[in-house]
């Protein structure tokens, strides 16, 4: 999973300068100093102050006015927080001419113990201090094509977009606060809010007023991004009126009945309570045993909506994090890849079980140890040749209801890695 080492007010109405700017952002990265802050329009109201149980006499309300178009939003929801217990905030980038909306969740690890969490291991979480309001400002802001308004082939350029920070720990799913104790007996214990999952609940509800009615709703992101759509796309779905649901989950596969990925599946289950999330929802019942079936069970929830995941053959990232840790000796390169490639192939013949699940698998890539397809400026060293397509074509293609899914997996390239 992928540390990127980057990373306004109450006044909801537009400022004069976002007020006029309909023509969008130069470089995708601009951050507004006007916010919307939780607490002035909350969850469950709408913009004039009635609740729902009104509309039966009011008729339906308008969703609250953007504070702007085309530059990000702060919000803070009370009650959310990040692992060391500051509040936790999101962000919002409005569009003036589509209803489609975008969710997109951060990468930045894991952690599950004092070393981890502490920031003490090179494979740790993302953003230990909490989220600063500047949080999009830098190469997060456009760190995949996604994010960036005029990237010329941009399939979501004009949609709504969510950023959906990480600072739990938790892949986006926990709820547990966990106090991890020093090992060696040297420092205090350690009090981790993994609150990935109520975080995102919160951030539904509150995009539930704010967006009524999504016609087309992407979840995506990468590593533990990728991780925390697959994980939370049921209660995003269930959560918001949406017409058609995709999902595009980068470099964090959750794999099926895996004999490899099971110690660190038991480690993060007894860190993060994740049982506890998943006992609350019937569907669910079936990934008590093995968490690799949430694929097959949203396929089979969702049976209209296109499910893709991507990633690197190769990935020496999240390949990590799934066993270093977790076997003694630690295992080498070759043997991480080797338990990696197994896992893989147990996926992709799960996804060809169900006709809405899809996978792109290019072999490998210089830039970050092949970790994170979406990450980058451009959609160079996605290409899988020898088919002639590139992840931008197969985002596309997962967003083609016209077409149906098709899996890419390109062929071993000794010449490579």
């Avoid at 980058?376 to 590139?390: F, K, M, N, P």
Wanted: charged share 20%.
């Amino acid at each position: 999973m992928m540390g990127l080492a980057t990373a306004c007010g109450n006044d909801p109405s537009p400022s004069a300068d976002s007020a006029d700017d309909t023509s969008g952002p130069q470089d995708g990265t601009s951050t507004g100093e006007a916010s919307v802050d939780g607490t002035t329009t909350p969850v469950g109201t709408t913009a004039e102050g009635t609740t729902a149980a009104d509309e039966s006499t009011t008729g339906p309300q308008l969703p609250p006015e953007p504070p702007s178009y085309y530059q990000w939003e702060k919000v803070e929801i009370p009650g959310t927080v990040c692992g060391n217990g500051s509040q936790y905030k999101f962000f919002v980038n409005y569009s003036e001419t589509s209803d489609d909306v975008m969710i997109i969740f951060e990468p930045g690890g894991g952690c599950w113990d004092f070393e981890s969490c502490s920031g003490q291991t090179d494979l740790g979480a993302a953003n230990p201090n909490g989220i600063d309001d500047h949080h999009l400002n830098g190469f997060l802001g456009v760190h995949t094509p996604l994010l960036n308004r005029e990237y010329p082939t941009n399939p979501v350029a004009d949609w709504n977009m969510v950023f959906i920070p990480y600072c739990t720990g938790d892949v986006h799913t926990g709820r547990a606060v966990t106090v991890y104790q020093d090992p060696a007996g040297i420092q205090p214990d350690l009090e981790y809010h993994h609150n990935g999952h109520d975080n995102v609940v919160a951030a539904v509800e509150w995009m539930n007023v704010q967006f009524p009615q999504v016609p087309r709703m992407l979840v995506t992101g990468c590593s533990a991004g990728g991780a925390g759509a697959t994980a939370n796309y049921y209660f995003i779905r269930t959560g918001m009126n949406i017409d058609k649901g995709y999902l595009l989950a980068d470099s964090g596969p959750i794999f099926p009945d895996s004999t490899f990925s099971q110690p660190l599946h038991d480690e993060i289950n007894g860190s993060w309570r994740v049982d506890e999330v998943l006992e609350e929802q019937p569907a669910f019942a079936e990934i008590m045993s093995d968490f690799g079936l949430i694929n097959t069970v949203l396929a089979d929830t969702f049976p209209e909506d296109r499910l893709g995941f991507a990633f690197f053959r190769r990935d020496f990232n999240y390949s990590r994090y799934s066993y270093e840790r977790f076997y003694e000796p630690t295992p080498d390169k070759d043997e991480i890849l080797a338990m990696w490639w197994d896992d893989t192939q147990k996926l992709m013949a799960q996804f060809d079980t169900r006709d809405n699940l899809s996978y792109y698998i290019p072999y490998w890539r210089a830039f970050n140890d092949s970790h994170c397809t979406m990450v980058g400026l451009t959609w160079d060293g996605t290409e899988i040749q020898e088919a002639g397509v590139d992840l931008g074509d197969y985002i596309d293609h997962v967003l083609d209801d016209q077409a149906p899914l098709q899996n890419w997996l390109e062929s071993e390239q000794p010449s490579e890695d």
